[in-house]
């Protein structure tokens, strides 16, 4: 059976449902990537086409189950462990050392991290794995790193975390050997990793959702911005503002950047990557 079309009325009217309930603006020229990417959205329900999944995610009693699936099947999930060293580095030598003694000068021995946009659970894991790895854990450091994603399909895969070859393909030998198990499933994150990690369903564009995460020190959300419109982007920017502490750091992936989005935030170099922090 030949796969039906979205028509350019229905692709605008699809697009703008997105936008409004998740932030992720797609350009005309992304129609192949939507009728590609909802499909099986069509053959899951049972309908003939997308003016009748359109009305279906507006009226349908399952409505709500099935834009939890639209999120899942929209979502981009590229990721891996330790991606974008340079950031990492510039996490565990830069950013950490600066919260410990601001910190340590207030009695504070904790340390809140969020992972906005954790996709399958590599980034959260990682920065948990380097936070062990800089001793913070060992030093009587409390670290809490919670890890949110909109699509809880891949929130289902963090909480399993087990791993083929291409996930770890940037992590070295020793690491792998410290911080994986070996079994049937893959390469499994150990139960002391995965216990400083919370898993989140989270809408970052969800004004009532943002408001419970606050006090963060660290927000990593890489790859995520470059999804949304600039209207959207300011919007998720005052949320990570609001959910920091004073002096708090954001980091954004490589390709993307504040600039004539803020002012409440000013860059900083660390180890030859561009951080943010709050003003």
Not at 186 to 213: A, H
Request: glycine share 6%; proline share 2%; with cysteine.
């Amino acid at each position: 059976m030949e796969r039906p079309k979205i028509s350019r009325e229905i692709f605008v009217q699809l697009r703008d449902f997105i936008y409004e309930k998740s932030g992720m603006f797609f350009q005309e020229n992304k129609t192949y990537l939507l009728e590609d990417r909802l499909s099986r959205r069509l053959e899951a329900r049972n309908l003939s086409n997308y003016e009748e999944y359109l009305y279906f995610l507006r009226y349908d009693l399952k409505k709500d189950d099935e834009l939890k699936e639209l999120f899942n099947a929209v979502t981009t999930n590229e990721t891996s462990f330790f991606r974008d060293i340079n950031q990492l580095d510039a996490f565990r030598f830069g950013i950490i050392p600066k919260i410990m003694e601001k910190k340590a000068n207030s009695g504070q021995k904790s340390v809140r991290i969020w992972s906005a946009g954790c996709s399958t659970g590599e980034e959260p894991y990682t920065l948990a794995m380097m936070a062990m790895e800089e001793g913070l854990t060992l030093k009587g450091w409390g670290v809490e790193i919670t890890a949110s994603d909109i699509s809880e399909q891949v929130l289902t895969s963090a909480r399993r975390a087990a791993y083929g070859e291409y996930a770890v393909r940037n992590t070295n030998e020793a690491i792998i050997k410290k911080y994986f198990l070996n079994s049937s499933s893959g390469y499994v994150v150990k139960p002391e990793v995965k216990q400083m990690v919370r898993l989140t369903n989270l809408n970052l564009l969800d004004v009532v959702q943002m408001r419970g995460v606050r006090g963060m020190d660290v927000i990593f959300c890489r790859n995520v911005l470059i999804y949304f419109d600039d209207n959207a982007k300011r919007k998720v920017i005052g949320h990570f503002y609001d959910s920091l502490v004073d002096g708090g750091f954001l980091v954004v992936g490589f390709s993307e950047s504040l600039f004539n989005l803020t002012r409440a935030f000013k860059p900083v170099g660390i180890n030859k990557c561009v951080t943010y922090q709050k003003i």
